[in-house]
């Protein structure tokens, strides 16, 4: 599988090879068994039910890293923060940011895309109560470090949400980049912001989760100042 990742020539071509993993056992059954089983509302839809590729353009030069896709969202429609209420706050605040030509994701084929803007996940596989082991994370890092280098040479700012995304950031120092990572790690926080020589700026972001939008701990008030400064750390117009 890392040889896999390393492999791949482009995004494309990455995005094809990570959709073909089953390297996790138990991801491999859950992601399988809520295609399988559906959420009522969506039963008559034919879930993804496998591993869900990064989105957005090759050229980007803001990343926002997130934890993993959400079993009734990015594996049901294919496509990350897609079909989800967090994607729904998520593409919202993109749109209005001007990264995102729509301010709603729904399904794979609704036209939406971005601008200077590349989304993925630290894990690609829906993980059972979001949360992923550290194996898990650790044997699916080799698709996430790949994705980072093919985008390097644009990518100028990554906005972790959450603080899975910030500590899975670290590694890609190291394997991307050669750089070590800063000790003591920066503490992950809402508004957190690390810099270091040649290497992009960590933006820190609260996950846009319905545990932290529906209670007001993530307003879109605080996502428009994240990607603001995104924008201006990036130089994106
Ligand atoms: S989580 Fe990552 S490494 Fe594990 S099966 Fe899914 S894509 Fe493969």
């Not at 995005?15 to 399988?32: I, K, M, T």
């Not at 601008?115 to 630290?122: G, H, L, Q, S, V």
Request: hydrophobic share 45%; proline share 8%.
């Amino acid at each position: 599988m890392v040889a896999r990742a390393a492999r791949a020539a482009d995004l494309a071509d990455l995005d094809g090879a990570v959709s073909d993993c089953f390297a996790c056992p138990r991801l491999v059954a859950w992601r399988e068994e809520v295609a399988r089983v559906k959420r009522a509302a969506f039963r008559d839809q034919d879930y993804w039910g496998r591993p869900v590729p990064g989105l957005g353009p090759p050229d980007a030069r803001i990343a926002i890293l997130g934890l993993a896709p959400a079993a009734h969202g990015g594996n049901r429609t294919g496509r990350i923060f897609t079909g989800d209420r967090s994607g729904d706050v998520l593409f919202a605040a993109l749109h209005r940011a001007g990264l995102a030509n729509q301010p709603t994701s729904v399904a794979a084929d609704d036209g939406l895309t971005l601008r200077d803007t590349r989304i993925f996940a630290a894990v690609r596989c829906a993980p059972p109560d979001n949360k992923p082991t550290p194996a898990e994370r650790d044997t699916c890092a080799p698709w996430l470090h790949r994705e980072v280098e093919l985008i390097r040479p644009s990518l100028r700012v990554v906005v972790a949400l959450g603080a899975f995304a910030w500590a899975a950031w670290w590694p890609v120092l190291r394997q991307v980049y050669g750089r070590r990572p800063p000790t003591p790690r920066p503490v992950f926080g809402h508004g957190a912001h690390w810099s270091g020589e040649s290497v992009p700026a960590l933006l820190g972001c609260y996950h846009v989760s319905q545990q932290n939008t529906f209670t007001g701990r993530l307003t879109p008030a605080m996502l428009d100042d994240v990607f603001t400064r995104a924008k201006d750390l990036a130089g994106v117009d």
